[in-house]
């Protein structure tokens, strides 16, 4: 089947507007994760969503940042008033959470720029 | 809380055999240790996961002591095409936290 798909693939916003990230995840896959991935760093963690479990919105790095997912489909994550610092990548990840593997599957990421 | 740390970078020729090593002192009992491979403009490929002794696949092995504070991830025979950066990465089992490392940049000469 298809793999985590993720729109748009650019974006290139004005600082202070807002903006909607999408992420479709592998049907059947429990659990959703976004990151943000500036140049040339590594992974940092924002949210995880489980089922129908409160999400772990611990890496979320202001109120300016939000995540909704319905059920386990689609999940949306909003900036709000867009600073030149949340200029990154943000990646989106499901997997199944069976206790035998914790394998993520990516997304190919959308790339935002904050001008 | 699990941290995990590995070198930033690394180099080597084809047709070595590479091992990336990331300690996670505070490993607990339950938590289990996954790498990812990132190549340029992509998101991490899920390569390896591990509870403890060795695993292979056909693309690597991992090899965690009994202390489970360190885990290397080897990769046998690498080509150019291994240049990536290797992500390692602890699971918390009780809560599915996830623990990152860094990234290790592996470069891969003729």
């Known amino acids: 089947g298809a793999g985590v798909s993720q729109s748009p693939s650019n974006k290139v916003t004005e600082k202070g507007k807002d903006v909607e990230l999408r992420c479709d995840p592998i049907?059947?896959?429990?659990?959703l994760y976004w990151y943000r991935q500036r140049l040339g760093q590594g992974l940092e963690f924002l949210i995880y969503f489980q089922g129908n479990s409160a999400p772990d919105k611990s890496g979320l790095p202001s109120d300016r940042f939000s995540a909704e997912r319905t059920g386990e489909s689609v999940s949306t994550l909003t900036i709000q008033r867009t600073q030149q610092e949340d200029s990154a990548v943000y990646l989106c990840a499901s997997s199944l959470v069976t206790g035998a593997t914790y394998e993520q599957y990516f997304g190919p990421g959308t790339r935002l720029t904050v001008t | 809380l699990a941290k995990t740390t590995q070198p930033i970078s690394m180099d080597s020729y084809e047709g070595q055999e590479v091992n990336i090593t990331c300690s996670h002192n505070?490993?607990?009992?339950?938590?289990?240790i996954t790498w990812y491979q990132q190549f340029p403009s992509q998101g991490p490929r899920f390569i390896i996961q591990?509870?403890?002794?060795?695993v292979t696949n056909e693309v690597a092995s991992l090899f965690i002591p009994a202390d489970r504070k360190s885990s290397t991830l080897s990769l046998p025979r690498v080509s150019l095409s291994d240049t990536a950066v290797y992500y390692c990465?602890?699971?918390?089992?009780?809560?599915?936290?996830?623990?990152w490392g860094a990234g290790t940049k592996l470069i891969i000469k003729p």
């Open positions: 505070n490993i607990a009992t339950n938590d289990y």
């Open positions: 591990g509870y403890k002794t060795k």
């Open positions: 049907s059947g896959h429990t659990a």
């Open positions: 990465l602890v699971v918390m089992d009780s809560n599915y936290q996830l623990i």
